[in-house]
């Protein structure tokens, strides 16, 4: 069983940083893509950034590009969303999500694995 388990979000204020993390366990994840997805209250589900496991590759969303990393230490079996110049349309739940294909995608119901959330919220 593939888990999922975030961490790292919190208040921020307009043009500061923070960092969330994403545990995985329960599956050898080398094939699998991993991504963050955000969802802000009255709104859907949107993509923000992905990596391949294996290869390393990344993707981002048009809005955070320039402002968000996205990373993944092998050895802690963890991916991390750095996050920077933060504005207030960046406040939303973030989600880490997996799927057992090595390519990403902005579709959140092509992952079949997700983590409870991390609210972040950042003040204008």
């Known amino acids: 069983q593939v888990q999922l388990v975030e961490s790292g979000g919190g208040l921020v204020q307009a043009g500061g940083s923070l960092r969330l993390s994403c545990a995985t366990s329960g599956r050898t994840f080398s094939t699998y893509a991993m991504g963050w997805f955000r969802q802000a209250p009255g709104k859907e589900r949107e993509f923000v950034a992905g990596i391949s496991w294996s290869s390393g590759i990344t993707t981002f969303a048009d809005s955070v590009k320039g402002r968000f990393t996205i990373s993944r230490d092998y050895a802690k079996n963890t991916v991390y969303l750095q996050m920077n110049s933060l504005i207030p349309e960046d406040t939303a739940v973030y989600y880490c999500?997996?799927?057992?294909?090595?390519?990403?995608?902005?579709?959140?119901?092509?992952?079949?694995?997700w983590g409870q959330g991390t609210q972040v919220t950042v003040s204008s």
């Open positions: 999500t997996s799927r057992n294909h090595p390519n990403l995608s902005y579709d959140w119901q092509l992952y079949p694995y």
